[in-house]
């Protein structure tokens, strides 16, 4: 298992971008309402950042072995890494997808559905980079040096 490159998560994002501007473009022009993003989606985001997070620093002295912390089985780090990596590319399509209809939504910005959903897309966006920079660091902690080589690093199951 290879490490995540931002470059997907860069792609995946401008493709999903390009699926929610072009979502909210063809509904405007179709039936002259615009999509509202709901502010539970937002907020689902920001919980899902912190929960990373959380699992991130709950896991740090454990993966890093440090004096008085059990260490983490291997197995329980490869699923760690894997939803970490699963976090960073869920979190990039969200971004991509929210930011795309919050731009959609600007000609509409001074209608109150308009303002609504670019205020609640781009909370929305910001709470999936937060995810996505959390998975991100999640996933930096499950690397292991391989034996007697400390500039080597895997992620665990690939070796």
């Not at 390009?18 to 979502?23: I, K, N, Q």
């Not at 907020?43 to 912390?69: D, E, F, N, S, Y």
């Not at 690093?153 to 690939?158: A, D, L, W």
């Amino acid at each position: 298992m290879s490490g995540t490159r931002v470059r997907m998560l860069v792609v995946l994002a401008i493709v999903a971008g390009s699926t929610g501007w072009a979502l909210v473009s063809l509904l405007f022009a179709q039936t002259g309402h615009i999509l509202t993003v709901p502010w539970l989606a937002a907020a689902t985001m920001w919980v899902l950042a912190l929960a990373v997070t959380l699992w991130a620093l709950l896991c740090r002295p454990r993966l890093q072995r440090k004096p008085g912390a059990r260490p983490m089985p291997a197995l329980l780090a490869a699923r760690t890494a894997a939803l970490a990596m699963a976090a960073s590319r869920t979190g990039s399509l969200v971004t991509g997808f929210y930011m795309g209809v919050a731009l959609a939504a600007l000609p509409q910005r001074f209608t109150p559905a308009g303002a609504n959903t670019i205020w609640a897309g781009v909370a929305a966006t910001a709470g999936s980079m937060g995810l996505v920079a959390a998975a991100l660091w999640l996933e930096r902690m499950c690397r292991l040096p391989l034996d007697g080589d400390d500039t080597t690093i895997v992620m665990p199951g690939s070796g």
